[in-house]
């Protein structure tokens, strides 16, 4: 019996100590997250500090967070188990889900909403006051798109346009121009300084970017807005436990610090699903943008 309850003391030991060792190396491993390149990294740093300084400390470990120069090089990372999580526009989430089991678990909500627009925007001295005016001066107009990769900025425009019969690729189309800025400020500021003639932006962002004084709206109007949109995912990895899904949604949720709301268009953060992004899923899928390499 003595012998017995030795060993169970020993066991008992082991098991505590194995415990506190794998919760000592979770405290200890950094948790990092991606940023896609939906605006330049200067727009969003005060943003990023903040995040990654709340979500440290209430997680008790490390965070990192990461604003990568291509939508491809988020995907990829998570997929490469290189972070643990990554903030992705809804295509993009919408590949990385069927690459790498990528889980949405937050969003944000616009106006208590969780939802958003692809915009066409052109400049207000422009002689268009609707897509179909511009489309019937196609042959004289330059447009832009935002990253190949993105929503909002080239799926969601790219479909409306292919099914008015003006565009199929960047190689085949009917405007004097086609280009693709990279990211929707980069957009907004070409469609301001005239250097295209319209573009496709993501419509929180759009009125982001005027809230903060970094586009003037009274120089630009939309001609063209899109059905709803489910808004931007953040997903975890599909090796995150449920533990720390919880811990990041309740953190995301409580976030009211406008200094961090603002530069994503957002008022809030809501729970997000996988469900949630099946009929852009569909889209990618008619559009052929699963089968596609992201940029």
């Known amino acids: 019996m003595k012998i017995t309850f030795r060993l169970l003391i020993v066991v008992l030991w082991f098991v505590t100590a194995g415990c506190n060792q794998e ?31 709340l979500l440290s400390k209430e997680l008790n470990r490390k965070v990192e967070i990461t604003h990568y120069p291509a939508y491809n090089a988020v995907v ?3 997929n490469y188990s290189h ?6 526009g809804p295509l993009t989430y919408v590949i990385a889900h069927e690459r790498s089991g990528a889980e949405a678990i937050i969003t944000q909500l616009v106006d208590g909403e969780p939802y958003y627009y692809s915009y066409i925007i052109t400049h207000v001295d422009s002689k268009w006051e609707t897509l179909d005016e511009l489309l019937e001066d196609h042959d004289n107009v330059d447009f832009a798109f935002g990253s190949l990769s993105s929503t909002s900025g080239s799926l969601i425009p790219s479909v409306e346009l292919k099914n008015r019969g003006v565009y199929t690729s960047e190689d085949n189309h009917k405007f004097n121009s086609i280009t693709f800025t990279g990211s929707h400020d980069v957009t907004g500021q070409s469609v301001l300084n005239k250097y295209v ?33 489910f808004q931007y995912p953040w997903a975890v990895s599909p090796e995150t436990g449920a533990e720390t899904i919880v811990q990041l949604q309740d953190i995301f949720m409580g976030i009211t610090d406008e200094e961090i709301l603002s530069p994503f268009g957002a008022s809030g953060f809501t729970t997000a699903s996988n469900e949630d992004y099946a009929s852009l899923r569909e889209a990618a899928i008619i559009d052929g943008r699963l089968d596609d390499d992201l940029d």
């Open 197 to 229: 003639d319209a573009g496709a932006i993501d419509s929180a962002i759009f009125y982001s970017l005027v809230k903060s004084g970094k586009l003037n709206g009274e120089k630009i109007k939309v001609i063209w807005k899109s059905e709803k949109l």
């Open 83 to 88: 972070i643990d999580m990554a903030f992705f």
């Open 23 to 53: 919760q000592t190396l979770k405290e200890n491993e950094v948790f990092t997250i991606g940023l896609i390149p939906s605006q330049t990294e200067g727009e969003m740093q005060t943003a990023i500090d903040k995040l990654q300084a």
């Open 76 to 78: 990829e990372a998570l």
